[in-house]
């Protein structure tokens, strides 16, 4: 078991190395963005909605395209294409101005990047403690 645990922590250090400078990579922590966001939030850029000014209007298509899961797209899905979407009657300034609203309402906020992590070498990867349990 001794004999083994060296073997075991190399591979650990290993992985542990990939997965840090696969961090370090600032385009593999970028957010990935549901279709129906970029959407929404390319309704906005096209169809600015009335009473509102241009930060409010940057602001809300930050905060839409950020990763959001399914509640949320229902939701935004809803104003879109359901009652009061894209399908219906609605004017297109119209629909930006619920999308506004729904943004405001779920209080999205613009996604923040998080800082990638700085680059390492292997030999910076310490074992502290390890401990074998035999029966």
């Not at 400078?21 to 922590?29: G, V």
């Not at 229902?74 to 101005?97: P, Y």
Request: glycine share 4%.
């Amino acid at each position: 078991m001794r004999e083994a645990v060296y073997a075991a922590w190399e591979q650990a250090r290993k992985d542990i190395y990939d997965e840090w400078m696969f961090a370090t990579d600032p385009l593999n922590i970028q957010p990935k963005i549901r279709p129906l966001f970029r959407r929404a939030a390319n309704h906005i850029r096209e169809h600015p909605p009335p009473g509102y000014d241009q930060q409010q209007i940057d602001e809300a298509i930050e905060a839409i395209e950020a990763p959001w899961g399914m509640r949320h797209e229902r939701i935004l899905r809803n104003v879109l294409e359901g009652e009061g979407g894209e399908s219906s009657s609605d004017s297109a300034e119209e629909i930006s101005v619920a999308l506004m609203q729904k943004v405001q309402e779920l209080g999205l906020q613009p996604f923040i990047q998080p800082e990638p992590l700085p680059v390492i070498d292997e030999d910076e990867i310490h074992l502290i403690c390890w401990m074998a349990v035999d029966e």
